[in-house]
C-alpha cells in the first residue's frame, strides 16, 4: 500500500475511533440536575455567592445526593454527597481522584507547594515525612500551649469588662480568637511567639489577618468565569499570573507569602542547627526536621518544601480553628440551654482536676466529658470548616451509590459511570446533614445525636473523626485533625467557662460566607472580614 494512501487509512481509523470513543465514553447526562440559569456561569454562581451549604441542601433536597450540575460552558460536573460515592473517591481509589489542576494553583497561592498543594508521589513523600509530627502523643502534648493561649483571651475579656460600667460587653469575638489561635499555632508547631497577640502591629499579624476572606470572599461573576476557565490553562501559567497580576486579594496573598517565609526560613535554621547540636524540642517543626533529616537522599523534603509546609500549617492551623470556635461560641449564644448544661459538666471536671491536686486540664479529661465531646462533634458536623473540596478522576471510573436512584429517563441505577477528568464537587456541608446518615433531624443541632441510644447509626466509614467529612478522609485527609480537636476543646472549655455568650440584633445579619473556608461575616460587610459580635459576660458559677 502506498505511504501516503496508508497515512490516510490510518488517519481515517484514529479520527473514527476518536467520535467513537466521544460517544461512547461515560456520560452523566442522564443524571437529575437542575438547569442551568446560565452558559457562561452554570451553577457556579449560585455555589459560590450564596450562603455555604445553603445550594447543596437545597440540591440535596430536590434531587438527592448524586447531582448533575453546569460549569461554564455548559460542562457537566457530578455534585455529590452519597456517602459510598465519597467514601471510594476519598478512601478506596487512593490517587486516583486527584485534586482539580485549578484549586492546586489556589493552594499555591496561599500555602506554597506544600501539602495541601501536593498530589500523588510528591504528596506521599511530604505526608510520610510529616506524619511523625501529628500522631496522638505528639498532639496530646500540645495541649498546655493550647491552654495558655486560650487562657491569654480571657484575661484579655475580663480586663474588658472590669473597664466597662454594664456587666456585659458586646464583641467580635472572631478579633480576639484568630489571633490567639495563630500565636498557638505558632508556639505549638514551631515553638516560636509570633508576637501577633498584643502587638497589633505585627506584620505576621497582619499577614494572616482575614487572609482567605480578603482573597477569596463574594467573588464576582467575572472573578467565578476566571477562576475556572483556568482548568484549561497549564498550571505554569496560571502561577505565573497569579504571582504577578495586581489585584487587593493577590497583594495579600504575596504579603503573606513574605512575611510567613521570613520568619519560617529564620526558624528552619534556628532548627537545623538544633538538631546538629543535639538539641531539639517536641513542637512539629523539630519534629519535622528530624524526620526529614532520616529520609535518604530521594525522599527527603527540600529548603522549599519545608517552608512550604510551615506556610500550610499556619494558614490551616489558623484558619479552620478559629472560625470553627466563632461558630460554636454564636450556636450556643443561640441554645443558652446547651451553653448552661456544658458550663455544669465543665466546672464539675475543674473541682475533680482541683480534688486530685491537679492545675489544670489533660486530654484525659476532656474525653471522659460526654456532653463536651458531643457538643464538640456536633459543632464539627454543622460547620464544616471547608464546605467543599473538589477532585477528578485520573480514568474513565464508575462511582458506587449508597442506594439506588432514578435518572431522568426513568432508569434506577445503583453505581453512576464516569469519565476521565470529570470534575466533582465533594460536598462536605451536604454530607454532614445526609439524613440518611445522621437521622431526619440533620438539620437540626443537636448533641444528644451523640449521646448512649441517641447514637446514629452510620454504616459507611467515610470521614477520618466519627465519619464526619469535616476533616476529610483518606490518604488526603487533614494531617492535623487530632491537633485541632485538641485545640477546641481547649478553648472551648476555657471560653465557656468564664463567660456567657448572648445574641446580640447583628447575628441576624451574620452569613456564613464562602472563602474556600466558611467564614462569619456581616451582610453588606464582607469587606471587613470575618465577624461575629455576641453580648459576653462573666459566666455564673456554683461553687
Known sequence: MEPLLLTAVLGGLALLYSIYRLLTRPSISDIPGPESQSFWLGHLPELFQEEAGDTDFKWQEEYGNIVRVRAPFGEDMLWISDPKALQYVYQTSGYNFPKQPERRVLSRLIGDTGLT???????????????????????????????????????????????????SIKLNVHDYIAPATLEAIGEAA?????????DQTS?????????????????????????????????????FLYDHLPGKGLDKARFNRAAAHKVANELLDMKTEALMMGKGNRDIMSILVKANAAENEATRLSHPEIVAQMRTILLAGQETTSNTLSWALMELAKQPQIQSRLRAEVHAMERTIRERGDADFIVADFESMPYLQAVL???????????????????????????????????????????????????VCAYNRNKDVWGEDAHVFNPDRWLGSSKTKRNTAVGVYSNLLTFAGGVRACIGWRFAIYEVQAFLTELVSNFQFELTPDVARVCKTQAIVMVPTLQGEVEKGAQLPLRVSLAPREE
Open 117 to 167: 498543594w501536593a498530589d500523588g508521589d510528591v504528596h506521599k513523600r511530604q505526608r510520610k515525612v510529616m506524619l511523625p509530627a501529628f500522631g496522638t502523643p505528639e498532639s496530646k502534648a500540645l495541649l498546655p500551649v493550647f491552654r495558655h493561649y486560650a487562657e491569654q483571651v480571657t484575661l484579655k475579656w475580663k480586663d474588658l469588662l472590669a473597664g466597662h460600667s454594664e456587666q
Open 190 to 198: 514551631f515553638d516560636y511567639k509570633l508576637g501577633v497577640l498584643d
Open 203 to 239: 506584620e505576621l499579624g497582619k499577614a494572616y489577618k482575614n487572609l482567605v476572606a480578603s482573597i477569596f470572599s463574594a467573588p464576582s461573576n467575572a472573578k467565578i468565569f476566571m477562576q475556572n476557565i483556568a482548568h484549561y490553562v497549564p498550571m505554569c501559567v496560571q502561577n
Open 377 to 427: 462533634k456536633e459543632i464539627l458536623r454543622f460547620y464544616p470548616a471547608v464546605p467543599h473540596t473538589y477532585r477528578q478522576p485520573l480514568h474513565d471510573d464508575v462511582l458506587p451509590l449508597s442506594k439506588p436512584i432514578r435518572t431522568r429517563s426513568g432508569k434506577v441505577i445503583s453505581e453512576v459511570p464516569i469519565r476521565a477528568g470529570l470534575r466533582l464537587i465533594l460536598s
